[in-house]
């Protein structure tokens, strides 16, 4: 999974690589490395990978110009939007990831 922040700073967008964990922290683990996102609405798009990263620009330029602007949901900027990437061979031209973008009611 990739998380990251709707908030730029120094022209830079905060990413955060991680996964879902339910449970106590493992020792290790400093907690300043744990991000938790609150439970939100989310907004999900299916992106078929058999393209790599064209399909990922193409395919979330089209939710920020043409599914926004339509739907009745606006963006949550206050929780970061996730790249979620299910078990599979991300190789593969079936292979489906997902663009998780937090939303609002207009």
Not at 37 to 45: D, G, Q, S
Not at 69 to 93: A, H, M, Q
Request: charged content about 25%; hydrophobic content about 35%; some cysteine.
């Amino acid at each position: 999974m990739g998380a990251y922040d709707f908030h730029s700073v120094d022209g830079k967008t905060k990413a955060i690589i991680g996964c879902e964990y339910k449970g106590a922290i493992p020792d290790g683990i400093d907690e300043v490395t744990v991000k938790t996102i609150p439970a939100t609405t989310w907004a999900v798009f299916s992106i078929q990978s058999s393209t790599g990263n064209e399909n990922a620009n193409t395919g979330l330029t089209r939710i920020l110009t043409e599914w926004f602007p339509v739907s009745k949901y606006r963006r949550n900027e206050d929780v970061p939007f996730l790249d979620v990437y299910p078990p599979g061979t991300v190789d593969s031209e079936e292979y489906t990831w997902e663009i998780w973008r937090p939303v609002l009611d207009k």
